[in-house]
């Protein structure tokens, strides 16, 4: 058994020697570069070849991520891009054994099945972003069909992939790809490259990308964050919501972020975040109510102060009933509201009275009515 293992790690090494003795004349640097955003240019038969203008996206983008972070107070720190051994940016030009039309199927795995086996093996691929670039298509497809689409690989690996079609390719598709790649969601604030690929990074992306290990020049990768049992979710008003959820990190934690899980019709889409410090603690992030259905998950991650990240979808939730406190609903709340709670105090009942819908009326409910004032 210790044999056949050896065996087949040497031909592993071997086939990789092979590879990038192959690929030796576009880049020689780092056969196995980390935190790199590494780029292909993908290009079917009878498509066009790739132009100058891919280098100089790329740094452009590299740019505008170094500037926004400099503007939010990280300082001009940005993303490597694989670069020859003389520090020229590049990418990986590579022909497609078939025409356009056949990768507009499938888009990624079956541009992936003719890419180099090193680009894509989990083990040397999870710690780069990959950003394929397809010529001669104007979409690329998975289960449904975009411009451009990106993400990133959950647990214990930090990187991601980004596949944009070479017609729809410019300089705001490309920030807002990357930004998957590294975590980041979708926003509906306007002006925001995770809203319309437009061109501003919103604070807790650049508080996020500020410990990302691509942004960072420490790599301690253990004791990743973990989730303990018990989330909550409660009603705190007529229209918000609050996720509380607990979680330990023996490395401190730096920041949590909650996002709508994707559904027919509706966006993936930032609910909210929180900054988050101490080994364990319980996160509040509060959600407006009309962000949310029945039925709807929520993902959440988290991040430790040195970059490492968990992730959990809470599934097919239901939501809790508001809470209303103008209890005679004349438009205001006030003593009136709170004199119809106090006339109830004590009693087991599921009326209006009942606040906070736990099906006793007491001090809880009173106080959520005097905060209210
Ligand atoms: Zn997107």
């Known amino acids: 058994m210790k044999h056949i293992t050896h065996t087949s790690t040497r031909l592993f090494l071997i086939t990789l020697t092979i590879l990038f003795t192959l690929l030796g004349f576009v880049f020689t640097a780092d056969a196995n570069p980390t935190y790199t955003v590494r780029t292909v240019y993908f290009q079917p038969t009878g498509a066009p070849g790739p132009t100058r203008k ?13 500037a926004e ?3 939010h107070g990280y300082g001009p720190k940005t993303f490597k891009l694989e670069t020859d051994g003389a520090g020229n940016v590049g990418f990986y030009p590579i022909r497609g054994k078939h025409n356009a039309d056949y990768y507009v199927t499938d888009t990624y795995n079956r541009i992936k099945s003719e890419l180099p086996r090193a680009f894509t093996l989990p083990a040397l691929a999870k710690d780069n972003v990959l950003v394929i670039i397809v010529s001669g298509v104007s979409i690329v497809c998975g289960t449904d069909c975009k411009r451009a689409y990106g993400g990133y690989y959950l647990g214990d690996n930090t990187g991601g992939f980004a596949l944009i079609a070479n017609e729809a390719l410019d300089l705001r598709v490309l920030n807002h790809e990357i930004g998957h790649t590294f975590g980041l969601k979708h926003t509906t604030h306007a002006g925001a490259i995770m809203y319309t690929g437009s061109d501003i990074l919103l604070d807790y992306e650049a508080r996020w990308l500020d410990r990302h290990h691509f942004f960072s020049d420490t790599h301690i990768r253990s004791g990743a964050p973990q ?49 988050i410090e101490g080994t364990s603690t319980t996160i509040q992030v509060d959600v407006d109510r009309s962000d949310l259905i029945d039925g709807d998950s929520v993902d959440i991650q988290i991040m430790d102060i040195h970059g490492n990240t968990a992730s959990k979808t809470l599934s097919n939730i239901t939501l809790p009933k508001p809470v209303i406190v103008d209890i005679n609903t004349d438009g205001v709340v006030n003593i009136q509201d709170l004199v119809l709670v106090a006339a109830r105090l004590g009693e087991t009942w599921d009326g209006k009275e009942d606040v906070n819908n736990d099906g006793i009326v007491n001090i809880l409910d009173l106080v959520l009515v005097t905060n209210a004032f």
């Open 69 to 71: 972070m400099e503007r």
């Open 54 to 66: 891919i280098i100089e996206l790329l740094i452009q983008s590299q740019d505008f991520y170094r």
């Open 227 to 275: 989730f303990l049992e018990n989330q909550e979710i409660i009603a705190i008003s007529e229209d918000k919501l609050r996720f509380k959820i607990n979680v330990n990190s023996e490395n401190g934690l730096h920041q949590a972020q909650l996002t709508r899980g994707k559904s027919p019709n509706r966006l993936d889409l930032v609910l909210g975040t929180a900054e």
